[in-house]
């Protein structure tokens, strides 16, 4: 192992680390002078998760049909759209105290950001146009309830 990594000509050499072994297809140890003693397996490509959303995301290309397809992750499901889009028909009946309504716009607003975050890794909004639709019930029920409310007093 005498190749320095990353090295040329007129570069210095490259920090201490874990290279790829040029001579086979393990790591190899470089120490920021020279190739120390012993090797280990290149590992698997990690899995990147977003902690907003608790779902694994594949880094890299797209080998398992999932990246840049806009299919819908099997088993995943935007929670918050689902309470939000319920929270908001139950407002339109019934809404003491404009609790109903604002829960809706809260569990709504998460379930679109939710949605919108899922579009922008390259998967398919799950749960948008539920949130959108419990959104919209929320400010409406929240509107009338006030202006019903505001009448009475």
Aim: glycine share 16%; proline share 8%; hydrophobic share 45%.
């Amino acid at each position: 192992m005498s190749v320095v990594p990353g090295s040329g000509p007129q570069s210095p050499p490259p920090a201490a680390g874990w290279y790829p072994d040029p001579s086979g297809g393990a790591n190899a140890w470089w120490n920021g002078r020279a190739w120390a003693d012993g090797s280990r397996d290149r590992p698997a490509p990690a899995q990147e998760t977003s902690s907003r959303l608790g779902v694994p995301f594949p880094s890299g290309g797209s080998s398992s049909g999932l990246a840049g397809t806009g299919d819908d992750l099997a088993g995943v499901a935007n929670k918050p759209a689902t309470i939000g889009f319920v929270l908001g028909l139950a407002a339109m009946v019934v809404n003491p105290v404009l609790v109903c309504g604002l829960a809706a716009i809260v569990f709504a607003s998460i379930g679109v950001n939710r949605a919108t975050l899922m579009g922008q890794q390259g998967f398919s909004a799950v749960g948008k146009r539920k949130a959108a639709w419990g959104l919209g019930l929320g400010l409406l029920a929240t509107a009338v309830s006030i202006a019903f409310k505001g009448a009475l007093f």
